[in-house]
């Protein structure tokens, strides 16, 4: 138990100075000209972001169908049917289509970040750049960091839409609503706050993600078993965080915001 | 042995390590190992496996932190430095590392191309001709645009020789550069070593057990045995030596001082003792 402890504790140590310098080198930096290169954020943006559009959208497109298929089940029996666009769309907008475009992003490219810079780690490659006077946090690190924080947002708005896009063929399709009673009553039920609140929370799952994967990569000692558990520990890791951290913003927004 | 063996009295000290000591969970890895490498000299630290040479490398190039002890690194005492100012100093010498340590993203032409974009503000276009300078100065002109997956272990150490050059250094340190090659490869290896060094008038920093190597390369030669500095010479004295010890390693005999049986109680105590 004790050991457990001690190993949180040094953990959240090396990831809280390893986030800490990642942020140095975005803000303060930048201005010493020594940020991460705008080439590496905009490949990792690309790989991170454009590269998972698809699988964000084809999941996502089935969650919206999901709900909609669960919650007008329900609905019908009292003939409310036609208040599926609103629980969809506010489904959506504050809670799943952040939370599921992150998750698919810890599965895809925070593994694979993980187990990139876990192998740089066993292979020297670090040790190579420090030995070169390259920082590894501004050349690897923070460039993916920040793409993660830049497109998780991007990505859950994008799954937002597809969400609903789900729930409105649905809705089309086995309700029989039409294209604008379902966007009207979806409308109806929004406010300003519901779209803020779920880009507010992907941007700080993106941070999540991205922060918990090149710690466990950059952490990685040994060989390849060692990049296998770095990998599985990010994927882990970043779901429960993910999770715990969405419950602490729902929070912040239903009761305190 | 290399064919200008350089009498080195006159020249600057470059590196120079004094009582440096290191131990790990209470064993003394480094024990009190002090050294002078002169300007333009190729000094091997030669030693058998698990004897501190390539804990002592991670010390001269600021990987570890001695206990006790000083390094200094063209004229800087580096163990104290702050990161800042010690990134200074790590552009002043390069690193050719045992498996070559490339990045395997980056095509051989990049990887030498990395310090060059990082460090300097030279145009891609005259970064170009340096990378293919330094290429053609290894053997690989015309390999730029292969990746590291796609060339063979040999051509790996030359792209990492290359790399290591990129930034004009004044001292190259090298980890086993023949280990793992076939003996054309390792002949082929050594020669560049020799030629880059002396045509550069790089010092060189070599950490190996290949004595075929060393009589090739050696101006000066380090012996370590479990962590103790025990020779120090030149590559004809290392042959006149008659210390049982050097004479049973440059031998390669399996009987000697150098004992390669090892008790289960010693070897379950080094293993506690360094997890």
Redesign the interface.
């Known amino acids: 138990m004790k050991d457990s402890i001690d190993q949180f504790l040094l953990h959240l140590g090396d990831y809280t100075i390893l986030l800490g310098q990642s942020f140095r080198c975005c803000t303060v930096d930048i201005f010493r000209r020594q940020g991460p290169r705008m080439a590496h954020v905009l490949e990792q943006m690309n790989e991170i972001g454009v590269n998972s559009m698809g699988i964000v959208c084809l999941v996502v497109f089935f969650v919206g169908l999901v709900i909609a298929m669960q919650t007008s089940y329900e609905m019908t029996k009292f003939g409310t049917e036609m208040y599926v666009g609103r629980v969809v769309g506010l489904t959506m907008f504050r809670e799943l289509g952040p939370l599921i475009a992150t998750i698919v992003l810890g599965g895809r490219c925070g593994a694979a970040i993980a187990a990139e810079i876990g192998t740089m780690k066993v292979n020297e490659e670090v040790e190579a750049l420090r030995v070169m006077g390259i920082s590894p946090i501004r050349f690897l690190v923070a460039p993916r960091i920040l793409a993660f924080t830049i497109m998780a947002p991007v990505l859950a708005v994008i799954s937002d839409y597809v969400g609903i896009i789900g729930g409105l063929v649905l809705a089309i399709t086995e309700l029989h609503l039409t294209y604008w009673q379902f966007v009207e009553n979806m409308m109806s039920g929004m406010i300003v706050k519901d779209f803020v609140s779920g880009i507010a929370k992907s941007v700080v799952f993106g941070l999540l993600v991205g922060s918990i994967a090149c710690h466990f990569g950059y952490r990685t000692e040994g060989g390849a078993d060692a990049v296998g558990r770095a990998t599985t520990m990010s994927v882990v890791t970043s779901i429960v965080m993910i999770i715990v951290s969405d419950a602490a913003l729902t929070a912040v927004f239903v009761y305190i915001l | 042995m290399s064919t200008t063996a350089i009498s080195n009295s006159n020249l600057p000290v470059h590196i120079e390590v004094k009582n440096l000591v290191r131990a790990f969970d209470g064993r003394r890895v480094l024990d009190n190992i002090s050294l002078k490498v002169h300007k333009g000299e190729t000094m091997v630290i030669l030693g058998g496996s698990g004897c501190g040479k390539s804990t002592l490398l991670r010390h001269l190039?600021g990987?570890l932190k001695p206990d006790a002890g000083e390094i200094w690194l063209l004229g800087k005492e580096i163990t104290r430095m702050q990161d800042q100012e010690f990134?200074?100093i790590?552009?002043k010498?390069?690193?050719l590392?045992?498996?070559g340590?490339?990045?395997?993203?980056m095509s051989v032409g990049e990887n030498v191309a990395?310090?060059l974009e990082?460090?300097t503000n030279l145009s891609p276009e005259i970064i170009d001709i340096m990378v293919k300078m330094k290429t053609g100065m290894v053997g690989l002109t015309g390999f730029e645009h292969l990746m590291p997956s796609q060339i063979s272990g040999g051509m790996k150490k030359r792209v990492a020789l290359a790399?290591a050059i990129a930034m004009d250094p004044e001292i190259i340190f090298f980890d086993e550069p023949t280990a793992g090659l076939d003996p054309v490869m390792t002949a082929v290896v050594d020669l560049l070593i020799n030629n880059l060094c002396k045509k550069l008038g790089i010092t060189a920093v070599v950490v190996t057990h290949d004595m075929a190597s060393v009589n090739r390369i050696a101006d000066h030669i380090a012996m370590i045995h479990k962590g103790k500095l025990v020779f120090e010479g030149s590559v004809p004295q290392i042959h006149a030596s008659t210390d049982p010890l050097v004479r049973q390693f440059i031998n390669g005999e399996a009987d000697g001082p150098i004992s390669f049986q090892q008790s289960g109680d010693d070897y379950l105590k080094s293993l506690f003792a360094s997890t």
């Open positions: 190039i990987s990134a200074e790590r552009k010498f390069g690193m590392f045992q498996g340590a490339l990045l395997n993203s990395l310090p990082e460090h790399r």
